[in-house]
């Protein structure tokens, strides 16, 4: 008898083991990662998430649960992947890179949103002020926007002759506009000509380097997108070096990957911020209370081995002002 009740006791216990995992799975707060990106290229951007969030002592499937919604570039997509992350009511959505807190905000006027973006919130009246945002939105902002006529000056130190530049730009994003307008100013003060170039999708590209082959600039820059930084990475640098187009990119990244420099605020460093914030609202902090963050790490980086191919000579004083040269 004693054998059996303990059995059944034993037994008991066991089936109510799933049943506790399974409420306290359900209790773990969630946090929405909404972003145009793709999941391929974005893997050590998600560890930073990560790092931010480990620095309050949130870790992923312990005590921390992630739900992930990539658009891949089709930003059509991603009001439906908000609107599912409202509906499954996550405790926060991050969303990370334009024209993420833009469809976050349309989603939901209740869940907080920790947003890294470089476009001007306040401005656009996401948020009512840099210190107190107001409303259920705050996080990070990265200079990107001001960068991008600095883009051109950088370049141009490099291709001293150039008289044409050409500008890739993504025409669903929301700060094309005033991307494009920045660089035409820039354009002009420097004497220079500047043909924009727009690309949506891949289907974008083989086309608008067809072009760049008609209209022979001397150089190319990329726009502030998370699209097109995530295809410079590798599709756009092999690109730009089948072509041999000198071309400046946002993040150290596409260097890396053999373009020939870029100029920008750390990607890293703005996601771990964004982790950062997100913890600090799993506990109890209110968005309209925390003011948004500047990732002003900004760097200059060259790939000197690509200068060369190009047959570029990069003025030491521009290699003294850069934050990294690749051999």
Same mark, same amino acid.
């Given at each position: 008898?004693?054998?059996?009740?303990?059995?059944?006791?034993l037994?008991?216990?066991?089936?109510?083991?799933?049943?506790?995992?399974?409420?306290?799975?359900?209790?773990?707060?969630?946090?929405? &990662?909404?972003?145009?990106?793709?999941?391929?290229?974005?893997? =050590?951007?998600?560890?930073?998430?990560?790092?931010?969030?480990?620095?309050?002592?949130y870790?992923?499937?312990? /005590?921390?649960?992630?739900? =992930?919604?990539?658009?891949d570039?089709? =930003?059509?997509?991603?009001?439906?992947?908000?609107?599912?992350?409202v509906?499954?009511?996550?405790?926060?959505?991050?969303?990370?890179?334009?024209?993420?807190?833009?469809?976050?905000?349309?989603?939901?006027?209740?869940?907080?949103?920790?947003?890294?973006?470089?476009?001007? &919130?306040?401005?656009?009246?996401?948020?009512?002020?840099?210190?107190?945002?107001?409303? /259920?939105m705050?996080?990070?902002?990265?200079?990107?926007?001001?960068?991008?006529?600095?883009?051109?000056?950088?370049?141009?130190?490099?291709?001293?002759?150039?008289?044409?530049?050409?500008?890739?730009? /993504?025409?669903? /994003?929301?700060?094309?506009?005033?991307?494009?307008?920045?660089?035409?100013?820039?354009?002009?003060?420097?004497?220079?000509? &500047?043909?924009?170039?727009?690309?949506?999708?891949?289907?974008?590209?083989?086309?608008?380097?067809?072009?760049?082959?008609?209209?022979?600039? $001397?150089?190319?820059?990329?726009?502030?997108?998370?699209?097109?930084?995530?295809?410079?990475?590798?599709?756009?640098?092999?690109?730009?070096?089948?072509?041999?187009?000198?071309?400046?990119y946002?993040?150290?990244?596409?260097?890396?990957?053999g373009?020939?420099?870029? =100029?920008?605020? $750390?990607?890293?460093?703005?996601?771990?911020?964004?982790?950062?914030y997100? $913890?600090?609202?799993?506990?109890?902090a209110k968005?309209?209370?925390?003011?948004?963050?500047?990732?002003?790490?900004?760097?200059?980086?060259?790939?000197m081995?690509?200068?060369?191919?190009?047959?570029?000579?990069?003025?030491?004083p521009?290699?003294?002002?850069?934050?990294?040269?690749?051999?």
């Amino acid at each position: 008898m004693i054998k059996r009740r303990a059995f059944i006791t034993l037994l008991g216990g066991a089936a109510t083991w799933p049943l506790a995992a399974r409420a306290q799975q359900a209790a773990m707060p969630v946090i929405g &990662l909404l972003n145009g990106r793709s999941i391929d290229d974005a893997a =050590y951007l998600v560890a930073a998430l990560r790092r931010g969030l480990n620095e309050a002592g949130y870790v992923e499937g312990q /005590n921390v649960a992630i739900e =992930y919604r990539w658009a891949d570039g089709h =930003y059509d997509r991603m009001p439906a992947m908000a609107a599912d992350l409202v509906r499954r009511q996550v405790a926060v959505i991050a969303a990370i890179g334009d024209p993420s807190p833009f469809v976050a905000k349309a989603a939901t006027e209740t869940i907080p949103i920790v947003f890294l973006t470089g476009s001007d &919130l306040v401005r656009r009246g996401m948020v009512a002020s840099l210190n107190r945002p107001g409303g /259920n939105m705050t996080g990070v902002s990265v200079i990107t926007g001001v960068l991008v006529a600095k883009r051109m000056q950088l370049l141009r130190e490099v291709v001293p002759t150039a008289a044409v530049f050409a500008m890739l730009v /993504n025409p669903n /994003n929301p700060n094309a506009e005033t991307d494009t307008k920045d660089v035409k100013e820039a354009a002009q003060t420097l004497g220079l000509q &500047l043909r924009i170039l727009n690309a949506g999708n891949d289907r974008d590209f083989d086309a608008v380097f067809a072009t760049l082959v008609q209209l022979r600039p $001397s150089a190319l820059i990329v726009g502030s997108d998370p699209f097109l930084n995530s295809r410079s990475e590798q599709q756009l640098v092999a690109l730009a070096a089948r072509h041999a187009v000198p071309t400046i990119y946002n993040y150290r990244e596409s260097v890396t990957a053999g373009g020939l420099m870029s =100029y920008g605020t $750390s990607l890293v460093d703005g996601w771990r911020l964004a982790g950062v914030y997100a $913890s600090k609202i799993l506990r109890g902090a209110k968005p309209a209370d925390l003011p948004i963050q500047n990732a002003v790490k900004v760097e200059l980086v060259i790939n000197m081995k690509t200068a060369k191919a190009l047959g570029l000579t990069v003025p030491l004083p521009l290699l003294g002002r850069a934050d990294e040269v690749i051999e």
